[in-house]
């Protein structure tokens, strides 16, 4: 049940509300600064994108036990979504949850709102009974949230990319990806390891820097994006775009050679761990690396270039990462 609104509304709170019927609707998409820095006076900053910190006024409230900040990074993980007790339950105890789970997470939620006095204006709100069909609702401005900051910039760069805006895309893209500060929840990864919106986030982040590096690609910046993707080209073998544009950029550094032994270690990669060959399009850009294509040389990005672009819902472009 939810509870009587102020007329004026808080700017964050944790408040219980009514579940949607089942099943839930999806939420989202699919190296950070230093986690440590000075908190921004007179903001309120709650932050998933690395350690799980709160910012509020130049301070950092307490947030309390491990057990809260857990619960309220799930919570901020489903920012302005209802979650229910169920699932908040086997978030924390994946395995077997014991017999006072209902109990530990109510007090955690409750507890949150005694750890964040200064971030959650109004008076305290109940929370959710064992077996009700209630739940929890983190409620939160997008600008105050840095995963939802970040999704808004590279939703944006995206659409900027598609449209071959590619000074824009560059810029945007790497806004937001300067948000991240570590891997998501970084100082809960035991708890928060197995969690689907946590690998969702990080692919979310994928998708972000690959567009990045296409921009960069695009407006000839060959060998740094050569340097950067090398980096991640060895742990992600089984990411065609990546592979992609680690071919097209160490081919325009004349790096033929090193291009097509690329796609050599993705297709053995490929058939190693899922049986298959690479797609269509990775084979016809090794051709292309093969032949000497002379679409494959910039400014730009090659003629047949939509496989790099990376899919934006309501473009038509590209696949996914």
């Not at 600064?33 to 709160?54: D, K, Y």
């Not at 979504?81 to 949850?97: G, I, M, N, R």
């Not at 990669?269 to 910039?298: I, K």
Request: with cysteine.
């Amino acid at each position: 049940m939810s509870p009587a609104r102020t007329a004026a509304r808080p700017r964050f709170t944790v408040r219980t509300a009514p579940l949607p019927p089942e099943p839930y609707p999806p939420t989202g998409r699919g190296a950070g600064r230093p986690a440590v820095r000075e908190p921004r006076s007179g903001r309120t900053e709650l932050n998933l994108l690395g350690p799980l910190e709160v910012l509020h006024r130049g301070h950092r409230p307490q947030l309390g036990s491990r057990r809260v900040r857990t619960v309220l990074g799930y919570l901020l993980l489903h920012s302005n979504e209802a979650v229910s007790p169920d699932e908040l339950t086997a978030a924390l105890w994946p395995e077997e949850a014991p017999l006072t789970a209902p109990r530990m997470v109510s007090g955690a939620v409750s507890a949150l709102h005694g750890a964040l006095p200064a971030v959650r204006t109004g008076t305290p709100l109940p929370t959710a009974r064992p077996g009700d069909r209630g739940g929890w609702l983190l409620e939160a401005a997008p600008h105050e949230v840095d995963l939802l900051r970040f999704r808004r910039q590279a939703a944006r760069g995206e659409r900027q990319l598609a449209d071959r805006n590619w000074p824009g895309a560059a810029l945007t893209l790497r806004r937001a990806l300067d948000l991240w500060r570590g891997d998501v929840l970084a100082d809960l990864a035991p708890e928060c390891a197995h969690w689907p919106a946590s690998e969702a986030v990080r692919e979310e982040r994928w998708a972000a820097r690959l567009a990045a590096v296409t921009a960069d690609l695009a407006l000839g910046r060959d060998h740094d994006v050569v340097r950067e993707l090398m980096v991640h080209a060895e742990e992600q073998p089984l990411r065609p775009r990546l592979t992609a544009l680690l071919m097209v950029a160490l081919y325009r550094v004349g790096r033929q050679v090193d291009a097509l032994a690329v796609h050599h270690r993705a297709r053995e990669a490929a058939v190693r761990r899922t049986g298959q060959q690479p797609g269509r399009e990775l084979r016809l850009l090794q051709q292309a690396v093969l032949t000497h294509d002379p679409a494959l040389l910039g400014p730009g990005l090659p003629a047949s270039s939509a496989f790099l672009v990376p899919a934006v819902p309501g473009t038509g472009h590209g696949p996914g990462t």
